[in-house]
C-alpha cells in the first residue's frame, strides 16, 4: 500500500520486537473436526461461498417476517422507532441524512442472507434454517421493489439479484484525497476572526440525570426534525350530515386487518402521529389534512386537486399504494384482498365519526 | 468544598448557588484566606477513630465520593440498550490507562457470561490443520503485553453536523486504553499453519464472536500477522464481561468494532467476507453518495479533557492545567499543539511520556487564567506528519454524511465564570 501504511507496519514490527521468537510450532490445541467447523464456519461471501441449498418465496417471507422480525421492523420493513429501516431510502444517499436500507444501501445480498441467518432474529439468533432465511431476504427485497411478489430466491439464483448501490464503494482513499491533512501545521495568525457558529447548549439533546432528553437522531435511522412547512388547506369539510348506518361485523374484521397498519398509524383518543399520521377522522376527509404531519409531495399536489379520502380513492390506494400514489412514502406493499379493503374501509369509517 | 457532576441540572444548581454567593465562580477560592482553617484546628473524627478493615472490600471500588466517574448512556442514540454504546468518562480521567470499570461499552446483543471452561477458539480456511484451543491452551503460548487506545469508529459521530452534545464524555469518550496480555495472532496461525494459503498478500482472516450478534470482520491477512493480538488480560487483571472475558480481539490502531470480542473463530480466506459491518455498517458516504469502504485505520486526534463542558474551571484566575489526550491509528503522537482563541494562535503543549504508538497520549498545557473567555482547542500531530484536521477540513473533503472517523479539531468555549460549552467556530 502506501508509505504512511509502510511507516505503521515498520512502527508495530518495533513495538512488538519484544515477542519471543520462535519458528517451531507449540503441538497446542487440537485438531477441529469436520463437523464442528461445519456448525460454526456459516458465514456467506459476496460470490456465494458459504451459501447452502434451499430457497424461499416472497410469499412465505412475508409470513415470516411479520411473525419474527416485523416488532422492530416494521411489517413492511420501515423500521419500527429507532430500530433498522430495512426498505425505502433509494435516492438518497447524496442528500442530507440518507436512508441507508438493504435496498439503498448494502452492495451484496449476501450481506444480507449473511446476517439474517446469522445474527437474527434479536434474541433468537440462528433460529432460522436456510429456507425460511431465503424467504425472508426475498421479503425484504420485495419490500424494497427490487423484485415482484412471485419471486423465489434460491442458491441457484442467488447471483442474479442485482442490488442497487453495488457500485456505490470506493476502497479508503484518505491518503490520497487527504493529503492535504500532512504538513507543517500554522502556528500564528492563522485566522483573523473567531465566531460561534454553533452551541451544543441551544441544541441541547446532552443527557442528564433525570434522563435522555427526547430527540430522534441516530446514524442509521435518522428523523428530520419536524420542520414546520406549509401544508394544504384541507380542499373539502368532511360530510357531516348523513352518517351510515356502520356495518358491526365488518367492522371488527376491519379491526383485524388494521393489525398491518398499526406499527404506522394510530387511531383513538390520545392517538398520535407516527410514521404515518393519525387515522382519526381520516374517511371523507381531505387528502393531506392531518395537522403536523409531513406529507410527500404525491400527497401535496393530491391534496390540492381537492381529493378526498372516498370509498373509490381509499381502495385505490389501499390496494396499490405505490402504484397509485407514486411517491408515497408508505411502503405499505397493498392489500391483495378486496373484502380486506372493504373490512378496513368500514374500520375507518367507525373511527371517523 | 466537594462538588460532584451529576448531569448539568446539578452542575446548573451549583453554578447558580456560588453566584449567589459570591458572585462568581472565582469568588468561591477568593474566600479562602479569612480566618483559621477549621479542617487543620479542629480535630476531624477521621484523624480520632477507625476506618475499615482490610477485607471490608475483597475486590475494591472506587470510593463513594467519585461515584460520578461512570459511564454514560445517550438514550436517544439507539433503539434499546442491549444494541448500544456508551461512553468512558474522560472529564475525569488523568494519565492515558482507561480503568476497566469506566471504559467504554459497545453490544450488539448484550455483554455475554461466558465461563473460561466453556470457550473455544477455532481455526479454519484455508490453513494446514484447522485447529480448536481452549483457554488453557492459550495460556501456553508465549505471551506479549502491549498497550492501545480502542476508538469505536463513531466516536465523535454525531458532532458532523454541528455541535451537539455537550461534554467530553459524550462527544469523544467511545475510546477506552489499556495494557493487553496476551498472544499474537501470529503465533496462532501459523501454529495451524499458512502453507495452504499459498501467497498471503491477498488473503483475509475473517474473525467472530462468539455471542448472539455474531459480529464478524474481514482483516488483511498482513494485519493479521503484524500486530494483531489474542488478549485474554487488560490492564493486568481478566477482560470485564463487557469487553469480551475471557478472550478478545485486539487489533491496534484500527477501528474498535474489528476488536471483536468473545472470539470464537478465526477463518483464513481469499476475499473479504463484506459482513453487515464491513458494508452497511463502519463504511462512510460522502457528499457524492458514495461511500468509502475499508476505512479501518483512526486517524490522528486529540481532545482537551479538562476544562470541558463537564469539568468546569472552579478556581479562578491564576494557575490553570490545561489537559488533554491524543492518540493516531498511524503510530505515535509527536506532538499536541493547544489555541485558546479558537485557531487563531497555538502553543505546543507538554506531552506527559513520549508517544507509543497506537496508544493514548496526555498532555498538559501549564498556563496562567487571565479570567477572560477561552475557545481551547487542542491540535495532534503523529509520527507520519499528520496534522489532525478542522471540521471545516473535513467536511470539505467528505461532506456531513460520513457518520464514522470524525477526528476534527474540537472547541470548547470557556467563558468568564468557568463554564465550558461545546462550540463550533469559524
Known sequence: MSKYRNLIIGTAMTAISAAPAFAERFG?????????????????????????????SVEDGEMLFSESCAVCHGEFAEGVDNWPKLAGGQGTLDRKDPLKTVGSYWPYLSTAWDYVHRSMPFGNAQSLSADETYAIVAYILYSNDLVDDDFVL??????????????????????????????????????????????????????????????????GTTETPAAEEAKA?????????????????????????????????????????????????IYNSAVASVDGFKYSKTFKSMAEEGMVWDDANLAGFLAKPRKFAKGTKMSFAGLKKDKDIAAITEYLKSVSQ | MTVSFKGKSSRRAFLKGTLAAGGTLAGATLAKAEGADPLITEKQPWAQGLGDGVDATPYGLPIKYEDDVIRRNVEWLTADTISSINFSPIHALDGTITPQGCAFERHHSGAIELKKEDYRLMINGLVDQPLVFTYEDLERFPRVNHTFFLECAANTGMEWAGAQLNGAQFTHGMIHNME???????????????????????????????????????????????????????????LRMEHGYPVRLVVPGWEGNMWVKWIRRIEVTDQAVQSREETSKYTDTLENGTSRKWTWVMDAKSVVTSPSPQAPIKHGKGPLVITGLAWSGR???????????????????????????????????????????????????????????????????????????????????????GEAENVEVS
Not at chain 2, 488473503?203 to 500486530?227: C, F, H, Q, T
Not at chain 2, 508517544?355 to 498532555?363: C, D, H, I, K, S
Not at chain 2, 473535513?394 to 470524525?406: D, I, K, M, P, T
Open chain 1, 154 to 219: 434460491s442458491k441457484e439464483n442467488f447471483l442474479e439479484v442485482e442490488m442497487p448501490n453495488a457500485d456505490g464503494f470506493i476502497i479508503d482513499d484518505r491518503e490520497e484525497a487527504e493529503k492535504s491533512f500532512w504538513g507543517e501545521p500554522c502556528m500564528t495568525d492563522c485566522k483573523s476572526e473567531v465566531k460561534i457558529t454553533m452551541r451544543a447548549a441551544v441544541l441541547d439533546v446532552t443527557p442528564d440525570e433525570e434522563g435522555a432528553e427526547e430527540a430522534s437522531m441516530d446514524e
Open chain 2, 180 to 238: 493487553y496480555t496476551g498472544v499474537t495472532l501470529r503465533t496462532l496461525l501459523e501454529e495451524a499453519g499458512l502453507d495452504a494459503a499459498g501467497d498471503l498478500k491477498d488473503k483475509w482472516v475473517y474473525v467472530e464472536g462468539a455471542d448472539a450478534s455474531s459480529n464478524g470482520r474481514s482483516i488483511p491477512m498482513d494485519k493479521a500477522l503484524d500486530d494483531c493480538m489474542i488478549a485474554f488480560k487488560a490492564n493486568g487483571e481478566a
Open chain 1, 28 to 56: 497446542l490445541g487440537r485438531a477441529a473436526l469436520p463437523e464442528e467447523v461445519a456448525a460454526w464456519n456459516v458465514d456467506v461471501s459476496p460470490d456465494g461461498t458459504g451459501l447452502p441449498e434451499g430457497s424461499g
Open chain 1, 233 to 281: 388547506e384541507p380542499a373539502a369539510a368532511p360530510a357531516e350530515e348523513a352518517v351510515a348506518a356502520l356495518d358491526a361485523d365488518l367492522v371488527a374484521t376491519g379491526e383485524k386487518v388494521f393489525k398491518k397498519c398499526k406499527a404506522c398509524h394510530q387511531v383513538g383518543d390520545g392517538a398520535k402521529n407516527k410514521t404515518g399520521p393519525i387515522l382519526n377522522g
Open chain 2, 331 to 417: 503510530g505515535a503522537i509527536t506532538r499536541v499543539d493547544v489555541s485558546k482563541d479558537g485557531g487563531k494562535t497555538w502553543e505546543t503543549a507538554r506531552l506527559a511520556n513520549p508517544g507509543q504508538p497506537m496508544a493514548l497520549t496526555r498532555f498538559y498545557l501549564d498556563t496562567t487564567w487571565d479570567g477572560e473567555e477561552m475557545f481551547l482547542q487542542s491540535r495532534a500531530m503523529d509520527e507520519t506528519g499528520y496534522v489532525q484536521p478542522t471540521k471545516t477540513q473535513l467536511r470539505e473533503v467528505r461532506g456531513e454524511n460520513s457518520v464514522y472517523h470524525n477526528n476534527c479539531i474540537q472547541t470548547w468555549w470557556v467563558n468568564a465564570n
